[in-house]
């Protein structure tokens, strides 16, 4: 058998780790052997009655712990098993710890969140920005806390003339999770147009009414924007994620909701300011270009543009009046020698030679006795007058 | 633009059209009737925006039934 040397060995213990069932896990057991080293890790053994592992969590990890874990203390351990090559033990990379009795909370905490964050409910683009300003603040928390006096008094120092209307609720213990989704649901149907969740400080398990998958749900379908205000800085709960938007403390909501009431006067003020002088400048520029205008030839000497108009207005008339009468004469001798032709072409003449016309009824010449037949009426004009005749009989040639 | 009713108007959206007025007329662009027009306007959402912001006292009430509103009373700390 071909020996092997001590690092390959651990190398192949190690790999032999990197599987799913030791890279994410859940121990439970006793704190013993706890070191905070100076580098900031913490050292420590989990054991229970039969056996003992060796555990750490580094620093980057047990900063974000609420709670210092003492020796003695059950606590549940989330993280992965790995060999420490220098000395060939193998020990739990601490991830999480909870201690036991709120482990389980934790756990669900972090299954609901994982859960809610797939389903999209934290996305950014689903936040609704809050109103500038506010025309009724809803307030839904515990009505005899000190979170709702600390609202109370930040919204109304900051804006004299806020609008609050408070929705009591329960915001711990059994029932509270539905307490507080009746309230926002009331809310729904009030004219207020931003919305204040929250509570003060506690531990997690008095924070957990707004850890609730059906409040999370009734918070992303609020119609008005919902601002979570649960705790301290520290403590984030589901209706922290979902919510519009996160204030860290009651008092921070408070700020994030209204704006300075002065703040806002100085703006209006500032606009109206630049409206009035903006109109100011452009009536004098206005002003200035009359002035020149008034300034120029045309309008210096008024009776200018009319003469020159008057000139033209006589060029126009003699014009016209000249066209006009070449125009006549042309038309006179035009007529005469109409009325010459017209002479040559006249049956009068003929007529008053002693020539008659004979037409039928119907006014045609007739040239031919057959045109007729006796009994029908002819007419006879004369040079002098109209003869009615009716045919006796005729002679056709 | 068709302009919205005053009375429907938010408070946000009158900021916003009155910082527009005030930016068009200074940009001087506009003739004389038409600068008249938007002053005009400018003025209204002015004092609408005043207004607003000069309305009435604080109000403190609590919902303290379904559908049942009253007054707040807060203790000073």
């Known amino acids: ?397 | 633009m068709s302009e919205p009713k005053m009375e429907e108007l938010k408070f946000e959206q009158a900021l916003a059209r009155l910082e527009e007025i005030v930016r068009l007329l200074e940009q001087g662009e506009s003739t004389l009737d038409e600068s008249l027009a938007l002053f005009e306007e400018g003025v209204r959402l002015a004092r609408f925006c005043n207004d607003k912001l000069d309305e009435a006292e604080a109000k403190i009430e609590i919902m303290v039934k379904e559908g049942r509103i009253e007054p707040l009373e807060v203790e000073e700390a």
């Open chain 1, 1 to 397: 058998m071909q020996p092997i040397t001590v690092s390959e060995l651990t190398k192949r213990i190690s790999s032999a780790l990197s599987v799913p069932a030791f890279q994410s896990l859940a121990v439970e057991g006793e704190i013993s052997n706890f070191v905070h080293h100076a580098s900031g890790h913490m050292y420590f053994s989990l054991k229970d009655a039969h056996s003992r592992v060796k555990a750490v969590m580094f620093r980057s990890r047990n900063r974000l712990l609420n709670f210092l874990p003492k020796n003695g203390e059950t606590v549940i351990a989330v993280g992965s098993v790995g060999v420490y090559e220098p000395s060939g033990e193998y020990q739990l990379y601490v991830e999480m710890l909870f201690p036991k009795g709120t482990g389980d909370l934790h756990l669900a905490f972090e299954k609901l969140k994982a859960k809610l964050e797939a389903e999209g409910l934290f996305d950014a683009a689903r936040k609704r920005p809050l109103p500038l300003l506010p025309r009724k603040v809803g307030v839904i928390t515990s009505p005899s806390g000190a979170a709702l006096r600390d609202i109370i008094r930040v919204l109304t120092r900051r804006f004299p003339a806020v609008q609050i209307l408070v929705f009591p609720a329960l915001v711990q213990g059994e029932g509270a999770p539905e307490s507080l989704i009746k309230a926002l649901q009331l809310a729904q149907d009030t004219d207020c147009d931003v919305l204040i969740m929250g509570r003060g400080g506690g531990s997690f398990e008095e924070l957990n009414a707004f850890n609730d998958e059906q409040l999370a749900r009734a918070i992303a379908n609020s119609a008005i924007p919902v601002v979570s205000a649960v705790g301290h800085e520290t403590d984030f709960t589901i209706a922290d994620f979902v919510a519009d938007l996160r204030a860290p403390t009651p008092s921070a909501a408070a700020e994030l909701v209204v704006p300075l009431q002065e703040e806002l006067q100085r703006a209006v003020t500032s606009a109206a300011k630049r409206l009035v002088g903006a109109l100011r400048r452009q009536i004098s520029a206005e002003r200035r270009f009359l002035t020149q205008l008034a300034s120029s030839a045309a309008l210096q000497r008024p009776d200018y543009r009319v003469n020159q108009l008057r000139q033209r207005l006589d060029d126009l008339f003699t014009n016209l009046t000249l066209h006009n009468t070449h125009k006549l004469a042309l038309r006179r001798s035009q007529l005469g020698n109409l009325a010459g032709r017209l002479e040559t072409l006249s049956p009068l003449q003929t007529l008053a030679r002693g020539y008659a016309i004979c037409s039928d009824a119907e006014g045609h010449v007739l040239r031919s006795a057959d045109q007729v037949q006796p009994g029908d009426a002819v007419n006879v004009t004369l040079y002098a007058g109209l003869l009615l005749c009716r045919v006796e009989g005729r002679k056709c040639p």
